[in-house]
T-cell receptor
Framework: AQSVTQLDSHVSVSEGTPVLLRCNYS??????LFWYVQHPNKGLQLLLK??????LVKGINGFEAEFKKSETSFHLTKPSAHMSDAAEYFC????????????FGGGTRVLVKP | GAVVSQHPSWVICKSGTSVKIECRSL??????MFWYRQFPKQSLMLMAT?????????EQGVEKDKFLINHASLTLSTLTVTSAHPEDSSFYIC????????FGPGTRLTVT
């Protein structure tokens, strides 16, 4: 079985400061891990993905995430938050045994203060 | 590339009626599509896996007779909410699989 835990349901940051969104996963096999962003009443946009290559993954809009197997973590970071980063973020895991099914974390809502 | 569309983007219907939501992969073929449901301020929950030319596979707790899924072609899957009730009001999102899942923009269903 696979599962994902996003450790913070809400994160509030000031514009221009770093953003950290924490994610821990559980998987019996080597997972693929994703971060998606969802703006209000919109679909999902893929920020980045890890698929067993480099452990530090760079994504779009200045986001990056580091896969740490020993900690079963895949935290998302951005050095400097922008107002447009205010959205819901989902950490997602997929293992081959699940038939390409994705398991979503509970989501983290990011608020960016001016 | 890899664009997925959904139609309609929002729909309001009366209790007891049925509503059909379409999911299309516009520039690629997808043998597998997925349907998710998202309640306000909650995460996405997988409802079913739709395979072209075969019956959909439903997740535990999802009523297959209430949420009818048809994957008639490699670019189209439909979700029909039958005899809709207010508790079916939700945001429905589909995804199409081609090496990875590409998500549609979602359909907001409101049942009055």
């Amino acid at each position: 079985a696979q599962s994902v835990t996003q450790l913070d349901s809400h994160v509030s940051v000031s514009e221009g400061t770093p953003v950290l969104l924490r994610c821990n996963y559980s998987s019996s096999y080597s997972p693929s891990l994703f971060w998606y962003v969802q703006h209000p009443n919109k679909g999902l946009q893929l920020l980045l993905k890890y698929t067993s290559a480099a452990t530090l993954v760079k994504g779009i809009n200045g986001f990056e995430a580091e896969f740490k197997k020993s900690e079963t973590s895949f935290h998302l970071t951005k050095p400097s938050a922008h107002m447009s980063d205010a959205a819901e973020y989902f950490c997602v895991v997929k293992t081959g045994t699940a038939g390409n099914k994705l398991t979503f974390g509970g989501g983290t809502r990011v608020l960016v203060k001016p | 590339g890899a664009v997925v569309s959904q139609h309609p983007s929002w729909v309001i219907c009366k209790s007891g009626t049925s509503v059909k939501i379409e999911c299309r992969s516009l520039d690629f073929q997808a043998t597998t599509m997925f349907w998710y449901r998202q309640f306000p301020k909650q995460s996405l929950m997988l409802m079913a896996t739709s395979n072209e030319g075969s019956k959909a596979t439903y997740e535990q707790g999802v009523e297959k007779d209430k949420f009818l899924i048809n994957h008639a072609s490699l670019t189209l899957s439909t979700l029909t909410v039958t005899s809709a009730h207010p508790e079916d009001s939700s945001f429905y999102i589909c995804s199409a699989f081609s090496y990875e899942q590409y998500f549609g923009p979602g359909t907001r269903l409101t049942v009055t």
